[in-house]
């Protein structure tokens, strides 16, 4: 059974850092890309990136690149999404996903259940 | 940027069927997919590649493609139905992955 389970929620201040990640299991890791989704409260879904861990190629959003960092680390099957320095409007629902990801179409199959981030002073 | 436009809100009476659109320049190009989500719940895929329903989808789940559009159609809406739905697609290059606003489905 495919399985993506996200770390739990998180509470920082402006100005901080955090990773937050995305474990998989029930499958074989690097054959999928792994793609995370922002959802603000009360809004709809933005596509952040994508992680292929494989060979760890990354394909970030426009709205994203230089703002988050995505990851990988293989030996833990686990995916991780990562801020140097944190604003509230990063204050977001964070869902990780199994994207498939080629010519034959893009869609993610399998999602986890989220990790709520709350940035507050 | 690319963007995928779909109508704010569709209402439907139990039974009756839903159409919810979503139109975008590629999409004539690049395949769609559409989400369900409940609130407080991620989201769940109900079709991939325009019209592909992946197992444990009702079948009362379908999509379409006609040029710059395509559609989900809920037949025989239950009052589980209602949700918010997502489409979902890639840019013209295939590189970038972009979602639509969302379609707030209510069941009257």
């Known amino acids: 059974e495919v399985q993506l389970v996200q770390s739990g929620a998180e509470v920082r201040k402006p100005g901080e850092s955090l990773r937050i990640s995305c474990k998989a299991s029930g499958y074989s890791f690097t054959r999928y890309w792994i793609g995370w989704v922002r959802q603000m409260p009360g809004k709809g879904l933005e596509w952040m990136g994508i992680?292929?861990?494989?060979?760890?190629?990354?394909r970030y959003s426009p709205s994203f690149q230089g703002q988050v960092t995505i990851s990988v680390d293989k030996s833990i099957s686990t995916a991780s999404l990562q801020w140097s320095s944190l604003k509230a409007s990063d204050t977001a629902m964070y869902y990780c996903?199994?994207?498939?990801?080629?010519?034959?179409?893009?869609?993610?199959?399998?999602w986890g259940l989220g990790t709520l981030v709350t940035v507050s002073s | 940027s690319y963007e995928l436009t779909q109508p704010p809100s569709v209402s439907v009476s139990p039974g009756q069927t839903a159409r919810i659109t979503c139109s975008g320049d590629a999409l004539p190009k690049q395949y769609a997919c559409w989400y369900q989500q409940k609130p407080g719940r991620a989201p769940v895929l109900v079709i991939y590649k325009d019209s592909e329903r992946p197992s444990g989808i009702p079948e009362r789940f379908s999509g379409s493609s006609s040029g710059t559009t395509v559609t989900l159609t809920i037949s025989g809406v239950q009052a589980e139905d209602e949700a918010d739905y997502y489409c979902q697609s890639t840019d013209s290059s295939g590189t970038y992955v972009v979602f639509g606003g969302g379609t707030k489905l209510t069941v009257l």
């Open positions: 992680i292929y861990p494989g060979d760890s190629e990354i």
């Open positions: 996903g199994r994207q498939q990801y080629s010519s034959s179409g893009d869609y993610f199959d399998y």
